[in-house]
């Protein structure tokens, strides 16, 4: 596994494409966050704003790039032919999966960190300016807070299971553009889903299925008895559809020819 | 055992296409072999299933006694070039070869090693996109032998090489099966094997249609065969035709007749007044023989479209 895991690390380094997408994952979540920040206001104590939701808001831009990072490591290799490279030096199929997945935790993990930070930081100078102040019932985002630190937290492993998501569902379809669409279709057309379907209960339970919805949960720190999942529950579901995807991704790629 | 190449009876399907029927062939060490046939006689199939990239639906393939994938460093046993343009084209040659040295626990002065002995030059270290066919063929082969591998597996390595590539190639086959190594190459063109591999595995329609020494090949498809050298072709061709010979055509004033012994011939031509400069026993190419034995195949293929795979 360390064989795979190295060369995996190699291709991924040496590879433009997908060493660019890192800083555009920072870049376009930070970039995000700034602008859903600047585009609210609180006039007064009790406006109804969840803060540190609002400064992680641009997580979900930031997800997409994460998810198109994931798909193009695999994606790229079918588009090309070079997955029977691949297979013909590392035979072990479960493997090279397993190691994909770890040298795109590795990366993709600090590059949430500082996405994350960033729109924390973001959301901590833009919004006082926005009428976000202390008077009014928001104190400065600040990692001291409990809450605030489970939704930043949740926020870089939200991240990082949209990675691994995406990463499964690429070696089901083979296909970079395919891929990329079932996994966007995914998380953007669940999100909306809830929203046109009449019955309350279908609602609930889509809700409660979307891997965004039920996965950005975690980064609610008002009205969470509101929520129909709690925090990390919600973040769960997101980590089950993950797993789901790399078992059925895996079990393809053991059973179909290369 | 430890270095030898060995399919048996190998049954694939893909969909409708039966791609293999029975492949079993054994690839010795210390010599070249061909793997001729004409395209979808399921010659990259055969690789592939030796490689454990497609299963089998019937058979084995074994490599050194072992099933390829159970090896630990495989490259270090097999060095195969399936396809050379199946690489990501941004990254550079060298650092294709580096993911590839990584994989089987190798460093870096050993594609350097590889790089030079291809010559593959201060190439290696541009985007593989920019390659041109031959330079992919080099960086392909450069990688089938980055472990070193006392077997190898090409298929068509001689595709987009210039003259002075496929000298090199030819050189480069040698001198591997002169080291003891088991060497299969795949070529849709037996002319480009023809002093290349001392012995062909000719396929076609997913079996072995022969098995055999180069030498032997020759001499089966020269056998009973004459050729004739004549100023006057036509009034040939009638007077042996009617004797029951056939007469092909093989050179502006050559033909090679079959079916009639050479004393025959001088007997009928010299009743006919027909006038010729040389009777001769016929001594086939490679490329005769090759034809002979796979125009089945290729009737076959033409006759159902030919589903190529």
């Known amino acids: 596994m360390r064989r795979e895991v190295r060369a995996e690390w190699t291709k991924l380094r040496t590879e433009p494409g997908a060493v660019r997408l890192l800083p555009a994952l920072v870049v376009l979540t930070v970039a995000a966050s700034v602008a859903v920040c600047a585009s609210v206001t609180c006039p007064a104590a009790g406006c109804g704003h969840d803060a540190v939701r609002l400064a992680l808001g641009g997580v979900q831009v930031g997800q997409a790039v994460a998810a198109v990072l994931a798909v193009l490591v695999v994606g790229g290799e079918y588009g090309t ?13 479960g493997a090279v999966l397993a190691a994909k997945a770890a040298v795109l935790t590795g990366v993709t993990l600090p590059a949430a960190v500082l996405a994350v930070l960033g729109s924390l930081l973001a959301g901590r100078l833009v919004l006082p300016g926005r009428g976000f102040t ?3 019932g928001h104190p400065p985002l600040s990692l001291a807070d409990g809450p605030t630190l489970r939704a930043v937290a949740g926020s870089v492993l939200y991240l990082v299971l949209v990675a691994l998501l995406s990463l499964g569902i690429a070696f089901a379809v083979r296909d970079s553009a395919a891929a990329i669409g079932v996994v966007l279709g995914l998380l953007y057309a669940s999100a ?3 929203l046109m379907v009449g019955d309350p209960d279908w609602q609930l339970a889509l809700w409660r299925l979307s891997p965004s919805n039920a ?4 980064q609610a720190t008002t009205g969470l008895d509101g929520l129909p999942l709690s925090p990390w529950a919600g973040l769960g579901v997101l980590a089950a559809w993950a797993v789901a995807a790399l078992t059925g991704g895996g079990l393809l790629l053991r059973a179909r020819d290369a | 055992m430890e270095t030898t190449i060995e399919v048996a009876g190998l049954r694939k399907r893909y969909g409708p296409t039966l791609a293999l029927d029975g492949m079993t062939f054994t690839v010795t060490p210390g010599r070249v072999t061909g793997f001729v046939g004409p395209n979808g006689a399921g010659k990259s199939t055969t690789m592939r299933v030796v490689l ?7 058979g084995t393939a074994l490599v050194g006694g072992r099933p390829y994938r159970s090896l630990r460093d495989p490259l270090r046993h097999v060095g195969a070039l399936l396809d050379a343009g199946a690489l990501q084209p941004s990254r550079t040659g060298r650092h294709h070869l580096l993911w590839l040295a990584h994989s089987q626990g190798l460093g870096a002065r050993r594609v350097d090693e590889v790089i030079d002995l291809v010559g593959l030059g201060s190439a290696a270290r541009r985007r593989a996109g920019g390659y041109s066919l031959g330079m992919r063929q080099r960086l392909g082969i450069a990688a089938a032998l980055l472990g070193d591998p006392p077997m190898l597996m090409l298929d068509e390595p001689f595709n987009g090489l210039d003259p002075e590539g496929m000298v090199w190639i030819r050189g480069l086959l040698g001198s591997l099966a002169a080291e003891g190594r088991a060497v299969l190459v795949s070529s849709h063109l037996m002319s480009e094997l023809e002093d290349t591999a001392g012995h062909v ?18 001499a089966g498809a020269s056998r009973g065969r004459v050729t004739l050298r004549t100023s006057d072709r036509a009034a040939a061709t009638a007077v042996l035709a009617g004797a029951g010979a056939a007469v092909t055509v093989s050179g502006r004033d050559t033909v090679t007749v079959s079916g009639v012994p050479a004393e025959r011939v001088v007997g009928l031509l010299t009743a006919g007044g027909v006038p010729f400069s040389e009777v001769a026993a ?22 159902t479209g030919g589903a190529a795979r």
């Open chain 2, 282 to 303: 016929h001594r086939a190419t490679l490329e005769e023989a090759y034809m002979e034995l796979t125009r089945d195949a290729v009737e076959f293929r033409a006759a």
């Open chain 2, 201 to 218: 595995v000719v396929v076609g329609r997913g079996r072995v249609v022969a098995d055999a020494a180069v030498a032997d090949l020759i």
């Open chain 1, 192 to 194: 909306v889903l809830p």
């Open chain 1, 134 to 136: 202390a008077a009014h």
């Open chain 2, 52 to 58: 454990g990239l497609d299963a089998a639906d019937e």
């Open chain 1, 81 to 93: 032919g070079m997955i029977r490279t691949t297979l013909t030096a590392m035979p072990r199929r």
């Open chain 1, 215 to 218: 996965g950005l949960a975690v």
